[in-house]
């Protein structure tokens, strides 16, 4: 019979691959049901070849005319003569302490190959400069939406200033057709509210889409959702990924609409019901979001981290932008949980120490009887090797015997495997949180950990993480005889080193800290384990002496 422990911890680095793959490959399937998805029909404004062609002006976006600029302590926002938000940047040395680099920039950078010192940003710029921007507004008269294009908006002030409370600025477009008007009430948590005012002059057909802008850039991480998430009033998720969008679908009752990337969204939302527009356009795979309105309209907008509190403040509704793939259902409390635990040691290093322990004693019990199934089924290692080679050539008998050994010693083959590998979801779990996370962007722990959310500057955490998953294998009883199945057991600890060395040290701090408590508790069953036999074998010669 094969090694139930050498199976376990196979199939736990296999399922860990193998989600980890999913998750960069494969679209999320929302588990809720969808909202209402109906190709485009004529209660919305189409987007035809006439609007597509006219959707972007002809001078470079990077070299367009800015007509206002917003300022604050935490951000700085662009708005061009079309009056749209062609860029925002996040001033707070959160978002630009460290500029990012690859692994093999890092080692170079390391080993003396690269001297150059990594300079901090002066400002984040989170929009592409390509992209489709916030508050484009595209009309369904194609003559007028030609016209929109070519003719600039004026801005109220050219220079908005926060650092007295929110301010408005109001942008001005004349059109032959209709006046629009643009009233931005900016606010230093990132948002601002929108009140769009259309005059039209005579019966102008005035329906038009606006959009909340594409996904960001700021972060091109590939493990991480990317793409546009929808939220019904109901708190219904609907989610279009990068390059799923073929052609234009609209869907009702929306709550918010949202473009995101790993960290950053740009996004609206109402109180009102909203009725949205998801397009797609030939020479890229990001989805085109818009919003369906007819004349005036008010609604509120957002663009920046996807901070869980900052959103909560803002609206409760849009914590729901915060997801983490197929488990969200479940991260989303795991979250929750450590974010109650930094409030009261102000550190998400200790927060995820903490997080790790109360996840360890949660899952004690199913440890706790894995691990005495496990026993069970090396104690009947023997026997079971006496019936294998007594049976060999008849495989039905071999298996009626076993089954018959098993149920004489209460033993189960299954019941050492299952409890643990339930377990694998709370891991899962708990990986996406930590890696979809911004609250730990640019967050220190201690010594040379000064931002959980990048790789460890010298590959210590992923060292000391292989160390322990050694050291709990070690102290972890295995009856393995197999000499191939012994190697690929030892290997799973460089397996996991190699696998996790560029992941966040966050990441590697859980599973480092797991594996200590890990063998914590494998001791303490161990110690149990052989009280257990020494109280057996006491009772066994009591009875042979009577």
């Not at 959702?225 to 052609?247: A, C, M, P, S, Y």
């Not at 931002?451 to 998953?469: E, H, K, V, W």
Request: net charge positive.
């Amino acid at each position: 019979m094969k090694e139930n422990n050498f199976r376990l911890i196979l199939a736990i680095a296999l399922s860990f691959l193998f989600l980890t793959i999913y998750s960069y490959f494969q679209t999320p399937v929302p588990k809720t049901q969808t909202p209402q998805t109906t190709q485009n029909t004529s209660s919305v404004p189409q987007i035809s070849s006439d609007t597509k062609a006219t959707s972007a002006p002809k001078t470079p976006l990077e070299s367009a005319p800015i007509i206002a600029r917003v300022h604050a302590p935490s951000m700085e926002i662009e708005i061009d003569h079309l009056g749209r938000i062609v860029q925002m940047y996040l001033k707070d040395k959160k978002f630009t302490t460290h500029k990012d680099e690859g692994f093999l920039d890092h080692v170079k950078r390391l080993i003396g190959l690269n001297k150059e010192p990594l300079k901090p940003l002066t400002k984040l710029p989170l929009l592409g400069v390509d992209a489709l921007k916030p508050l484009e507004l595209r009309f369904a008269d194609s003559n007028l939406n030609q016209e929109a294009f070519n003719k600039p908006y004026k801005a109220s002030v050219s220079d908005l200033s926060l650092t007295q409370g929110a301010q408005t600025l109001t942008l001005t477009q004349e059109l032959s057709g209709a006046i629009i008007k643009k009233i931005l009430t900016f606010h230093t948590n990132l948002s601002y509210d929108l009140k769009l005012e259309i005059t039209a002059k005579g019966a102008l057909n005035t329906a038009y889409i606006l959009s909340n802008g594409s996904r960001p850039v700021a972060d091109a991480d590939g493990y991480a959702f990317h793409g546009v998430l929808l939220g019904t009033q109901e708190n219904k998720i609907e989610k279009i990924e990068d390059g799923d969008i073929k052609e234009a679908k609209s869907f009702k009752n929306i709550a918010f609409i949202a473009s995101v990337d790993r960290y950053y969204t740009s996004l609206f939302f109402s109180e009102k019901p909203l009725e949205a527009i998801v397009d797609s356009q030939a020479g890229t795979k990001n989805p085109l979001p818009f919003i369906s309105l007819n004349g005036s309209a008010t609604l509120h907008g957002y663009i920046g981290p996807k901070d869980h509190r900052s959103l909560e403040q803002i609206s409760p509704v849009l914590t729901d932008v915060v997801e983490y793939g197929i488990i969200t259902f479940f991260a989303k409390p795991v979250f929750l949980l450590l974010d109650y635990l930094h409030r009261y040691t102000h550190n998400w290093g200790w927060a995820i120490i903490l997080l790790t322990l109360i996840v360890r004693i949660i899952l004690y019990p199913l440890s706790y009887k894995g691990m005495m199934g496990m026993q069970k089924i090396k104690d009947l290692a023997p026997k079971m090797k006496e019936l294998q080679e007594k049976y060999k050539s008849d495989p039905q008998k071999l298996q009626m015997h076993m089954m018959q050994l098993y149920k004489k010693h209460g033993a189960n083959p299954l019941g050492g495997c299952l409890p643990l590998l339930l377990q694998i979801p709370v891991f899962f779990a708990i990986y996406r949180v930590l890696y979809n996370a911004v609250e730990l962007k640019s967050a220190p722990w201690m010594l040379w950990i000064d931002d959980l959310s990048l790789m460890d500057p010298y590959f210590i955490l992923p060292i000391l993480m292989g160390i322990s998953m050694y050291a709990q294998q070690a102290i972890t009883p295995s009856t393995i005889t197999d000499p191939t199945q012994a190697k690929i057991f030892k290997m799973l600890p460089l397996f996991f080193t190699l696998f996790l060395i560029t992941f966040p040290a966050g990441l590697v701090l859980y599973w480092t800290v797991n594996n200590v408590f890990s063998i914590l508790q494998q001791w303490i069953i161990n110690q149990v384990l052989e009280q257990k036999k020494l109280k057996e074998i006491q009772e066994h010669k009591s009875a042979h002496k009577s």
